[in-house]
């Protein structure tokens, strides 16, 4: 597992590679903590690189959503459609936004 950011405008955008797995949540858990602290604006997450994601890291981003408030805009990006279907089967879909590309989710959070 792997977490890259990169600030576009007043976005952050993380990148997100591996597999998110009950081994790599603690590391995971470690770096959307330190995206939390660190970056003031909204934040958007593409899972281009990542083939699963088990229960702890869906937790790890469940916490890390929890920790930058509501008023912080916070999209999903890049979903493969097994991966996006367990989103949707776990109604995280009312705590994302959801877009298909990077260029797409920063658009939607700078409209909020």
């Known amino acids: 597992m792997a977490l890259t950011t990169e600030i576009i ?35 958007v997450f593409s899972f281009q690189e990542v083939g699963f994601i088990g229960s702890a890291c869906l937790g790890a981003l469940i916490g890390c959503r929890t920790k930058l408030g509501k008023d912080r805009p916070v999209a999903l990006c890049d979903l493969s459609v097994p991966i996006h279907k367990m989103f949707k089967f776990a109604a995280l879909d009312q705590l994302f936004l959801a877009a298909p590309t990077v260029a797409d989710a920063i658009s939607l959070v700078k409209r909020g």
């Open 9 to 43: 405008g007043e976005v952050c955008v993380c990148r997100i590679s591996g597999r998110l797995d009950a081994e790599a949540a603690d590391a995971f858990r470690k770096e959307l903590h330190m995206v939390g602290e660190e970056v003031a604006g909204p934040v």
